[in-house]
């Protein structure tokens, strides 16, 4: 008797983005929170919106809409608070959210064709929910496309 080697089914919560659907790994959600005072203050990095406080922490608001090219489609509902994770650093970030999140338990598979570049390098797999295959974020390698793009950091502030 054989036994197949079967994937580890996962959690995953899944939020809207605009006109498609992300999944974020369930583990690095930190909480879902009711929209409260955004700080904004004047600065060049188009995708973070301002800051909040919580949890006695500044937690920048990080808007993946604007890097996907989508359009706000209305006022946020509430905030997603996710960990990121760059070698020894962790910190949080908030993303904003219009709609429904759901809780998705699901076998993470491998990105479809990576060599023909169909997959930004944040898309760490997809995972199957109605039909449709969702793209699982990395939001540590998101962000750091981001500096790398030289869309954040002081320095580029006038």
Not at 59 to 75: H, I, N, S, T, Y
Not at 81 to 110: F, M, N
Not at 113 to 120: E, Y
Request: hydrophobic share 40%; with cysteine.
């Amino acid at each position: 008797m054989t036994t197949a080697a079967e994937a580890p089914v996962q959690s995953f919560v899944v939020l809207p983005l605009g006109s498609r659907r992300i999944a974020l790994p369930a583990e690095s959600v930190i909480e879902l929170v009711t929209p409260s005072k955004l700080q904004e203050f004047p600065h060049r990095t188009p995708w973070i919106s301002g800051v909040l406080v919580r949890r006695n922490r500044i937690v920048p608001v990080c808007d993946p809409m604007q890097l996907f090219g989508e359009k706000r489609a209305g006022a946020s509902r509430f905030y997603l608070i996710a960990e990121w994770k760059e070698r020894a650093l962790r910190d949080w970030c908030a993303i904003p959210v219009c709609g429904e999140c759901e809780l998705e338990s699901a076998e993470q598979l491998p990105v479809e064709n990576p060599a023909t570049g169909d997959a930004a390098a944040h898309v760490i797999g997809v995972i199957p929910v109605d039909g449709e295959k969702i793209e699982v974020m990395d939001l540590s390698k998101l962000i750091r496309a981001q500096k790398q793009n030289g869309n954040v950091g002081p320095e580029r502030a006038q």
